[in-house]
RNA sequence: GUGGCCGUAGCUCAGUUGGUUAGAGCGCCAGGUUGUGGCCCUGGAGGUCGGGGGUUCAAGUCCCCUCGGUCACCCCA
């Protein structure tokens, strides 16, 4: 064991592996963009207070999960749990014109116990709208993601929509709710018998039977929306119906951020909960100090969107390295150590080249070619250096094997023929 | 934060009731092959047995602590 390893619940991640978030991140940044969506680098980390306004005081994620410290200069800081808030607060501090739409890759950082598809440094893919509280924005932030997944070639994941209503029916349902638990309080698990007034909807997505229980007789969200509320969630749900996006209306998804308001989804499989989600979060702007602003967004963790490719064999390292390979390998036998500027020529020229060092025998510089998955080797000899001469060998393909001398100066374009075929 | 399981070579793992210089496969390096990769053969390097303490004549093996991994709960991505 080395003296240093990764902190505790982080990970370093190498090719090829890390190929395979290059291609995840790339297809979702492209994706943003056909949505017009604009890259948004963020700090970080913020004033903790910043994640304690927006997440909400009472969150598991600000209370018990916050890497917070006392910096230099007596800041009290707090590296960025997730991304909504950060985002919200650069709106706030910059007020471009809205509506304002934002996409990000980035870490997260939560103080927790790590387990499967959990660390305390993970990364999530996100994408926030900002300044409009039209139902069709949250369609297209929904639509956005399962665009994602089906590029990906997810097919097992579902989506769950609610809506958890606003300012002015969500107090009123809470109340009804909480005279509802506190009238059925002994029937309740061990954990929330007690504990069931601090956040009522949390025991709507309680998994315990006794909760599960109590819940279906418990008065119903979407019987308590206002009228607004009514008609935004409708035309959310008939947007989806336009674009053919499945989902289910799920009365007990309840986020756990405290921010949202109106819609919340989650995409998500039997075994993997929690894939990606997101919702509207009316209020939020104001709470950090910028005007009556709506906004709506998602978070989708990098890591479970990998485990949900590996469950469904999609986006494997293996795949991807066939398609990210060297074009060339430069072999060099010459004892005049031309592998420098052969490797600088064909690099110039627009060639994926790599080479040994070390000046290994000849052997085990093929080895390390053809381990590179180079498509050919580029040898060079005393003799050929001295003729001008380069052998091209063909190491991967349908003409594997074939070799030939080239002039120096043709080189790169009769690579340029053979990496093109097949 | 609570609980279960697990830490032996780069990786996957053997290692008997505690008993000599801790092993295998794969990987890596070299040679077989005087410029030619994969396959094969031969050889080699590589280990504070996660760390610390204890019990014992003797600890990879037993006990305690600690660090890490893993899984579940809580919660979440």
């Known amino acids: 064991m080395t003296r240093f390893q990764s902190p505790k619940g982080t990970q370093d991640i190498l090719a090829p592996e890390s190929a395979r978030w290059s291609e995840l991140v790339g297809r979702f940044a492209a994706l943003a963009q056909r949505f017009g969506f604009g890259l948004v680098v963020s700090p970080g980390f913020e004033d903790a207070e910043v994640f304690r306004r927006s997440s909400g005081d009472s969150s598991d994620v600000v209370t018990k999960e916050m890497y917070e410290f006392t910096d230099r200069g007596g800041r009290d800081i707090a590296l960025r749990p997730e991304g909504t808030a950060s985002v919200v607060r650069a709106y706030v501090q910059h007020s471009p014109?809205?509506?304002?739409?934002?996409?990000?890759?980035?870490?997260?950082?939560?103080?927790?116990?790590?387990?499967?598809?959990?660390?305390?440094?993970?990364?999530?893919?996100?994408?926030?709208?900002?300044?409009?509280?039209?139902?069709?924005?949250?369609?297209?932030?929904?639509?956005?993601?399962?665009?994602?997944?089906?590029?990906?070639?997810?097919?097992?994941?579902?989506?769950?929509?609610?809506?958890?209503?606003?300012?002015?029916?969500?107090?009123?349902?809470?109340?009804?709710?909480?005279?509802?638990?506190?009238?059925?309080?002994?029937?309740?698990?061990?954990?929330?018998?007690?504990?069931?007034?601090?956040?009522p909807l949390r025991i709507l997505d309680c998994k315990r039977l006794e909760c599960r229980k109590v819940r279906t007789g418990a008065p119903k969200l979407r019987d308590a929306l206002c009228e607004d509320c009514r008609r935004h969630f409708a035309a959310v749900l008939g947007g989806l119906g336009r674009l053919a996006i499945a989902y289910e209306q799920d009365d007990y998804l309840v986020r756990g951020l405290d921010y949202y308001t109106r819609t919340t989804f989650e995409y998500g499989s039997d075994a993997l909960e929690g894939v990606g989600g997101g919702g509207r979060y009316d209020g939020l702007v104001a709470a950090l100090g910028g005007p009556e602003l709506s906004g709506v967004g998602f978070g989708a963790g990098i890591e479970r969107i990998l485990l949900a490719c590996d469950a469904e064999g999609v986006l494997s390292a293996s795949d991807l390295r066939l398609s990210g390979s060297l074009d060339a390998f430069v072999v060099d036998s010459s004892d005049k150590g031309i592998a420098l500027e052969l490797t600088h020529e064909l690099r110039a020229a627009g060639l994926a080249v790599d080479r040994a060092f070390d000046a290994r025998s000849m052997k085990a510089q093929l080895k390390a070619a053809d381990r590179s998955g180079a498509r050919v080797a580029c040898i060079v000899g005393a003799d050929d250096l001295a003729a001008g001469l380069v052998t091209i060998r063909v190491l991967r393909g349908s003409d594997a094997h074939l070799q030939e001398k080239v002039v120096r100066d043709g080189l790169a374009a009769r690579l340029g023929q053979i990496t093109r075929s097949p």
């Open 97 to 199: 014109v809205p509506p304002f739409k934002a996409w990000y890759a980035a870490p997260m950082f939560r103080y927790e116990r790590p387990q499967a598809g959990r660390f305390r440094q993970h990364h999530q893919l996100g994408v926030e709208t900002l300044g409009t509280g039209d139902p069709m924005a949250d369609v297209e932030v929904i639509s956005l993601l399962a665009a994602l997944y089906a590029d990906l070639g997810l097919s097992s994941l579902r989506l769950r929509v609610n809506s958890l209503g606003d300012k002015t029916c969500a107090p009123d349902y809470r109340e009804e709710l909480a005279r509802y638990l506190e009238s059925h309080a002994v029937e309740l698990c061990d954990e929330h018998r007690y504990k069931w007034a601090v956040n």
